[in-house]
């Protein structure tokens, strides 16, 4: 078992700055692809971004340039720049043992979740 624990959310002006982080505790030991999703209100989850063991990493095209996936010790980060009106939502960080990492990996295949944490972006 895994268990996530996620912090760092709030409110911002845009253009503002956050860094959310992930708290892993369990059987860290394993070899997880690491991802961090969305939930707009009445959306889908949106995949963000995601980091696999190998530290190769993917963004969605509409935080690149602007978002950053990290991984170090247990802890996921995401630091969000320049954040937008529509970067509004519940974000939750996620984990799993098995072969594929998001993209390429539906959100849905993912075994591990946190409770998320609340970014809302208004002026």
């Known amino acids: 078992q895994l268990h996530l624990v996620e912090s760092g959310g709030g409110s911002v002006q845009p253009g503002g700055s956050l860094r959310l982080s992930c708290a892993a505790s369990?059987?860290?030991?394993?070899?997880?692809?690491w991802g961090w999703f969305r939930q707009a209100p009445g959306k889908e989850h949106e995949g963000v971004a995601s980091?696999?063991?190998?530290?190769r990493i993917t963004y969605a095209d509409s935080v690149k340039g602007r978002f950053t996936i990290s991984n170090n010790k247990n802890t996921l980060s995401l630091q969000m720049n320049s954040l937008k009106l529509e970067d509004t939502a519940m974000y939750y960080c996620?984990?799993?043992?098995?072969?594929?990492?998001?993209?390429?990996?539906?959100?849905?295949?993912?075994?591990?979740w946190g409770q998320g944490t609340q970014v809302t972006v208004s002026s």
């Open positions: 996620a984990a799993d043992p098995l072969g594929g990492c998001w993209p390429q990996k539906h959100w849905s295949g993912y075994n591990y």
């Open positions: 369990g059987y860290t030991d394993w070899r997880y692809c």
């Open positions: 980091i696999d063991s190998d530290g």
